[in-house]
């Protein structure tokens, strides 16, 4: 059974960074594309990055590009994002997804539970 | 970058009903990257549709895609009050800004 598990969310001041993790289990991590998707509360899903099976490429929206910074550990199954120069509008629920297929880019067969973080002074 | 805009925003329809979902794209996109997904109140999004029209494991053959260019559809047969959701559609690093489908 497919199952991926957040963690790293939190409280975090204006300006500041956070690590989010993602862990993965029940599929083969370095063959699948894996991806953050992001939801504002009570807003829609904001697709943030993605990477490929081989971490080779990456991709980033433009609204995080040159803060966030997506990376994989396939020894460990272990999906990263570094979020820095936070700011209010990065207060959300953090989803990673993994991909279909090896490409960094496509669709979402399985999403985590989420974690949430707070970018409050 | 391609705009996905969904509609009607919400959609409110009686048990049994079929609901109808739209999609549609600001420039013409492969349909083998079309995905539809569904998100419950509290809950991750779900994977309902992939590639316009391949159901995903495990979802019931009330749920269909269809569609190609520009113009995609989801199509909900004999609504269910465990369908009340958040629909989705995505392509590549877009996501439509959802349909809230509602009970009557």
């Known amino acids: 059974e497919v199952e991926l598990l957040e963690s790293g969310g939190g409280l975090v001041q204006p300006g500041g960074s956070l690590r989010l993790s993602c862990t993965a289990s029940g599929f083969s991590f370095s063959s699948y594309g894996m991806s953050w998707v992001r939801q504002a509360p009570g807003k829609g899903l904001e697709w943030l990055s993605s990477i490929s099976g081989t971490g080779s490429s990456t991709y980033y929206a433009d609204s995080v590009k040159g803060r966030f910074s997506i990376s994989r550990d396939n020894s460990k199954n272990t999906l990263f994002l570094e979020m820095n120069s936070l700011g209010a509008e990065d207060t959300a629920v953090y989803y990673c997804?993994?991909?279909?297929?090896?490409?960094?880019?496509?669709?979402?067969?399985?999403w985590g539970q989420g974690t949430l973080v707070t970018v409050s002074s | 970058e391609i705009v996905l805009t969904q509609s009607p925003g919400t959609l409110s329809l009686s048990p049994g009903e079929r609901a109808t979902l739209s999609c549609r794209a600001s420039q013409l996109f492969s349909s083998t990257y079309l995905a539809w997904y569904q998100q419950k109140p509290g809950q991750a999004p779900r994977l309902l549709i992939y590639g316009a029209s391949s159901r995903a494991t495990g979802i019931p053959d009330r749920f269909s895609g269809s569609g190609s260019g520009t113009d995609f559809t989801l199509s909900i047969s004999r609504l269910e009050p465990d369908d009340i959701a958040v629909y989705y559609c995505?392509?590549?690093?877009?996501f439509g800004q959802g349909t809230k489908v509602e009970i009557k």
């Open positions: 997804a993994k991909g279909r297929g090896v490409a960094a880019r496509g669709n979402f067969d399985y």
């Open positions: 995505q392509q590549f690093s877009t």
